[in-house]
């Protein structure tokens, strides 16, 4: 289910920290490219972090663990990393002036060493009965704190006698003395206008707020705050909350506002202290719960009285944690589609991760994590969130990757922590001590925990690897030092003793002695490598198997391990290697590995080389009652095509390959009809029609794109245009899915890199017909149906590369690199993809940023003959779409075009190229779900030094109506944080337990619908369609 490749979305901000402002000699890139970046001076990026503490008389039982626990964090942070501050509820009486709301107690300042004792020594001093308020104020408290952050007028806090202001003595000696310091909110007694303490215009902004229990705010107070934000321009219509007792309270209204539309951007947090379960305090609750959602931070509720406020500090340093996190890299979901109820997932999501070497060399750390879904009920029914082993939430929503804390499935829990990485300690969990040395909680870190933690738990010796002879490869056969068949020359080393120490060290030996340990016989911690584009399938087998992934990962395996979250498969414990397998053609990458010497090409790194790949392609795999195969493709690590049974998953046989396995000739293809064959991106997809039979049963096929020709690399001014002769992967194979014989082969005008969609019957699931894409910006229909496969036909529907229907020279065009997502309606197929080319990321490719692109719905009614007749006298005089068929959409135009503008072309296109989506470009494949289309997009910009941290782009996730891009939620997308290459969006049927009933529900999902997180789970946004309109076409395919 789902069309999913694999994409890198961020990057670790230390990665690479140039930017070559000059064109590179280099004339070819790839996505990875995108490395180059800028990293400014670190005072741009400490946090400002705004404690708004509740000091009503609430305060009183959790006051001294409460004071406690801040105490304790701020001891332990490290100085010069963040900027702390401290709000309080407003107190009355003396010279304390109306209105009331909330005031500064200490202003933001750089916590370096000497400020962390004047805190420490303020916090030390404060008083519950001195230092109470009157009465609850959250929505003037965040009146109030938006305004100090911005640099507004103050609203409640100019008046109050413990304000921090310049010249301030009349508090106490811990007061006076942070008072004396530079940094005031207010410049003078006198002065109502906050001093901004915002360094930079980009630094983060964060509110911890420390609830103690409901705390109503008064009428006049709601009204006030209601006030103050629409004269902001702010929403102030009522979030919905369940139950809805302090719905009226605009505290969630004004986190939504700061999080989402302020020009001076504030994220929440809350921390519910003593949650009340009865009265007044399930409602408050709910309260502090949306403040939190919608102010994208997290809540959490903790008991003050354990160990003197220990889970007031955890959760403080839980949030500090991803407070100062920064970007690193991951790649799409995937979910095992479950045995007994069809189309239907089990709650069980893998992801691929992968981190670049800072050095640009080209052995890459990566893993294999798991995760789950959660629900929760809101005010508009069941929410679903990512959630690691532990169920806490697993996204970090200011970086939109794995929180700092969170511990995947697979990982050891944290009281079993180890030191194995006290050789190179990292992670930045600040609640538990000792974790960057530890595997566990392995949270953003790529190589801790999960898959890669049990794969370095065995020893090199034990792994079953295995490979096939290069003579033939007719059946599988030991990856070891006692296979002859392995050659020297083919692994690129002379002697024995280097033949024998290479093959150790691709098992997993740490022969160079990477942790200094003098230990080089045990497993190194580099064994696992990057997974940057294999897209890993899960496989329910059902019964005591379980689950079982299969994945390319670029350390030269193709990889099958355990799946189950807990259970083991045998003796393979949860999470461990069932078995491996390296290609004959891949023996000559490992040395390059193992060296680590020579750079990959980057355009900052001239002296390099292409990064090497190896099964980083798509994998597929079809189940029936009898049989499990197995499908993986290469993309750029080569342009071959392998299939297994893996019907006994631990015994893995060898059924065919196809392909030519080497990149630069045609040497040793594996069949003479098979040579055109590119670079293997696109998946291969199994299906069935009623067509190919034996005895009356239809029989298992492939279809798959012919490849990617690498002179679509290019970039520069001469490459324009050029991949028009001698080419590779134009193409479109029609394979028997057990033999791999080849059945059927179409020819197209350029090559065709992605999938192929097909679309099946709806009643009987047998395919009729399959949409294909190609580099050229064309749309093709192949008809299936009841023919023989050699009867098969092809038509090419459209033609959009240029805007005029046939490309002149010297001239980029739109290309198509993922699967058309196709949508069976009652009158046409809607078809729809975007272009782009997510291998050119960078202004200073020629080839990228000449190209107006463009997403695309194309009207194809296959059963109509005449159809595309009325687009000859406008297309050139041919019988297919061209841009002038189609209506053209502003995406920041919100108008629904009309019915009219919509019947009278044969589709529409949203019209990258102009103003801020100039350089735009479709990045990932798209996915519809109730009648709401997703993708997501990027654009290069230029370098400014006024942004903080990487220059990543310009990214954005785009939701709208299939038929007609009508906006979601009155707007077609949001800015995806950091930028990037987001993943591909999947979608479908998932089921997790019921938050109230703790029955098992079967709910739709998505995932990469979400600017704050592409990993991000939701329910999907629903859009109104036609009642006839029929489901996804891919819904009926097997894996």
């Known amino acids: 289910m789902g069309r999913v490749n694999k994409m890198l979305i961020k990057i670790n901000k230390t990665l690479l920290a140039i930017w070559l402002l000059t064109v590179s000699s280099v004339a070819w890139s790839e996505d990875i490219d995108l490395f180059t970046g800028i990293t400014l001076p670190g005072a741009a990026n400490i946090p400002n972090v705004l404690f708004v503490i509740d000091n009503t008389a609430n305060w009183n039982s959790a006051f001294n663990n409460q004071m406690n626990a801040l105490r304790t964090v701020l001891n332990d942070i490290e100085p010069n990393k963040f900027k702390f501050g401290f709000m309080m509820f407003?107190?009355?009486?003396?010279?304390?002036?109306?209105?009331?709301?909330?005031?500064?107690?200490?202003?933001?300042?750089?916590?370096?060493?000497?400020?962390?004792?004047?805190?420490?020594?303020?916090?030390?001093?404060?008083?519950?009965?001195?230092?109470?308020?009157?009465?609850?104020?959250?929505?003037?408290?965040?009146?109030?704190?938006?305004?100090?952050?911005?640099?507004?007028?103050?609203?409640?806090?100019?008046?109050?006698?413990?304000?921090?202001?310049?010249?301030?003595?009349?508090?106490?000696?811990?007061?006076?003395?942070?008072y004396a310091l530079p940094g005031n909110a207010f410049s003078s007694s006198l002065d109502s206008n906050y001093t901004s303490p915002l360094d930079f215009a980009c630094q983060k902004n964060f509110i911890i707020y420390i609830s103690n229990g409901p705390a109503q705010d008064n009428s006049s107070d709601k009204t006030a705050a209601n006030s103050q934000l629409a004269a902001l321009g702010g929403n102030t219509s009522e979030i919905s909350l369940s139950p809805s007792g302090s719905q009226s309270?605009?505290?969630?209204?004004?986190?939504?506002?700061?999080?989402?539309?302020?020009?001076?951007?504030?994220?929440?947090?809350?921390?519910?202290?003593?949650?009340?379960?009865?009265?007044?305090?399930?409602?408050?609750?709910?309260?502090?719960?949306?403040?939190?959602?919608?102010?994208?931070?997290?809540?959490?509720?903790?008991?003050?009285?354990?160990?003197?406020?220990?889970?007031?500090?955890?959760?403080?340093k839980r949030i500090l944690s991803e407070i100062q996190a920064v970007n690193t890299v991951f790649a799409s979901a995937s979910l095992p589609v479950s045995v007994n109820t069809q189309g239907t997932h089990l709650n069980q999501i893998f992801v691929g991760m992968f981190r670049p070497d800072i050095s640009a060399l080209p052995r890459w750390h990566g893993n294999l994590k798991q995760y789950q879904f959660k629900a929760s009920l809101t005010g508009e029914g069941i929410a679903l969130n990512l959630v690691d082993a532990d169920e806490a939430l697993a996204i970090n929503k200011n970086t939109g990757f794995i929180a700092q804390c969170s511990r995947t499935f697979w990982t050891p829990n944290t009281t079993n922590l180890d030191t194995y990485w006290s050789f190179k300690p990292d992670g930045s969990c600040l609640a538990i001590a000792n974790s960057d040395i530890s595997n566990t909680p392995d949270g953003e870190v790529v190589e801790k925990g999960a898959a890669g933690y049990q794969l370095r738990s065995i020893t090199p010796d034990s792994r079953i690897i295995k490979t096939c002879n290069p003579a033939g490869c007719s059946s599988l056969a030991d990856f070891n030092d006692?296979?002859?068949?392995?050659?020297?020359?083919?692994?690129?080393?002379?002697?024995?003793?280097?033949?024998?120490?290479?093959?150790?060290?691709?098992?997993?030996?740490?022969?160079?002695?990477?942790?200094?340990?003098?230990?080089?016989?045990?497993?190194?911690?580099?064994?696992?490598?990057?997974?940057?584009?294999?897209?890993?399938?899960?496989?329910?087998?059902?019964?005591?198997?379980?689950?079982?992934?299969?994945?390319?990962?670029?350390?030269?395996?193709?990889?099958?391990?355990?799946?189950?979250?807990?259970?083991?498969?045998?003796?393979?414990?949860?999470?461990?290697?069932?078995?491996?397998?390296?290609?004959?053609?891949?023996?000559?990458?490992?040395?390059?590995l193992y060296d680590n010497t020579l750079g990959i090409t980057l355009p900052t790194v001239n002296d390099g080389t292409q990064k090497p790949y190896f099964f980083d392609g798509p994998i597929t795999a079809h189940k029936s009652a009898s049989v499990t195969w197995l499908y993986a493709t290469q993309r750029r690590g080569g342009r071959m095509i392998y299939a297994f049974d893996v019907t006994s998953p631990t015994n893995p046989v060898l059924k065919w390959r196809q392909g030519c396995p080497n990149q630069n000739n045609d040497t040793d293809c594996t069949n003479a009809g098979i040579v055109d064959i590119g670079q293997t991106w696109s998946a291969a997809q199994v299906f069935k029609s009623s067509g190919y039979e034996v005895a009356g049963t239809p029989q298992p096929m492939l279809i798959i794109g012919g490849g990617y020709d690498t002179c679509e690399d290019g970039t520069i001014l001469s490459d324009l245009n050029t991949c028009t002769a001698a080419l590779k992967g134009n193409k479109i194979y029609i394979l028997d899915a057990d033999s791999g014989a080849l059945l059927k082969t179409f020819t197209t005008a350029r090559s065709v890199a992605a999938t192929v969609t097909v679309v099946p019957n709806k009643i009987t699931g047998l395919a009729d017909y399959a949409y294909a894409v190609d580099t050229g910006g064309n749309i093709y229909r192949v008809t299936m149906g009841a023919d023989l496969p050699a009867n098969w036909s092809m038509v090419k529907i459209a033609s959009l590369g240029c805007d005029t229907s046939i490309c002149p020279g010297g001239v980029a065009n739109r290309k198509f690199l993922f699967a058309p997502e196709v949508v069976v309606t009652p009158n046409f197929n809607a078809i729809l993809v975007g272009s782009g080319d997510r291998e050119h990321p960078l202004l200073t490719h020629f080839t990228t940023t000449s190209v107006d692109n463009a997403f695309f719905m194309i009207k194809d009614n296959p059963a109509d003959p005449a159809w595309w007749l009325p687009e000859v006298p406008i297309c050139n005089g041919q019988a297919l779409a061209c841009m002038t068929s189609l209506l053209p959409i502003d995406p920041d135009d919100m108008n629904i075009p009309s019915e009219t503008d919509l019947t009278a072309k044969k589709g529409w296109y949203?019209?990258?190229?102009?103003?801020?989506?100039?350089?735009?470009?479709?990045?990932?494949?798209?996915?519809?779900?109730?009648?709401?289309?997703?993708?997501?997009?990027?654009?290069?910009?230029?370098?400014?030094?006024?942004?903080?941290?990487?220059?990543?782009?310009?990214?954005?996730?785009?939701n709208m109506g299939f038929l007609d891009a009508r906006p979601i939620g009155g707007t077609r997308y949001g800015v995806i944080t950091g930028g990037g290459l987001p993943p591909s969006p999947v979608a479908g049927m998932v089921t997790v337990v019921h938050p109230a009933t703790g029955g098992n529900i079967t709910v739709p999902f998505i995932i990469g619908a979400n600017p704050d997180s592409p990993l991000e789970g939701a329910s999907p946004k629903a859009t109104a369609i036609p009642a006839s309109v029929k489901r996804r076409a891919y819904w009926y395919l097997q894996q």
């Open 249 to 316: 309270n605009p505290g969630d209204e004004w986190a939504r506002y700061m999080a989402k539309d302020a020009p001076t951007t504030v994220r929440t947090y809350t921390i519910d202290v003593n949650p009340v379960a009865t009265g007044q305090g399930p409602g408050f609750t709910a309260l502090l719960k949306s403040m939190a959602a919608y102010g994208k931070g997290k809540y959490f509720s903790v008991n003050s009285s354990i160990d003197s406020g220990a889970e007031i500090t955890d959760a403080i």
């Open 90 to 178: 407003t107190e009355s009486g003396g010279a304390n002036a109306n209105p009331g709301g909330a005031y500064v107690r200490a202003a933001l300042r750089l916590m370096d060493s000497a400020n962390k004792q004047l805190y420490l020594n303020l916090l030390n001093s404060f008083d519950k009965n001195a230092d109470k308020s009157s009465g609850g104020k959250v929505g003037v408290s965040m009146t109030e704190a938006y305004y100090y952050l911005s640099g507004g007028q103050a609203f409640a806090g100019h008046n109050k006698v413990k304000r921090d202001h310049a010249g301030n003595i009349s508090g106490t000696v811990a007061s006076n003395a942070v």
């Open 910 to 958: 949203l019209a990258f190229g102009s103003g801020d989506h100039d350089k735009e470009q479709v990045v990932t494949s798209a996915v519809v779900a109730m009648g709401t289309v997703t993708f997501s997009t990027n654009g290069p910009i230029l370098p400014d030094p006024s942004l903080c941290g990487t220059n990543l782009g310009k990214a954005r996730v785009y």
């Open 482 to 592: 006692a296979n002859n068949a392995i050659t020297q020359s083919l692994l690129g080393v002379t002697g024995n003793a280097a033949r024998t120490k290479l093959i150790n060290w691709a098992r997993g030996q740490d022969a160079l002695d990477e942790n200094g340990n003098s230990n080089t016989i045990e497993m190194r911690p580099s064994a696992h490598g990057d997974v940057v584009h294999s897209r890993p399938v899960a496989v329910d087998y059902g019964g005591s198997t379980g689950v079982v992934v299969f994945y390319g990962a670029n350390d030269g395996f193709l990889h099958a391990i355990n799946g189950n979250q807990t259970s083991g498969i045998g003796s393979f414990q949860a999470g461990s290697e069932l078995w491996s397998f390296i290609a004959p053609e891949h023996y000559g990458k490992l040395k390059r």
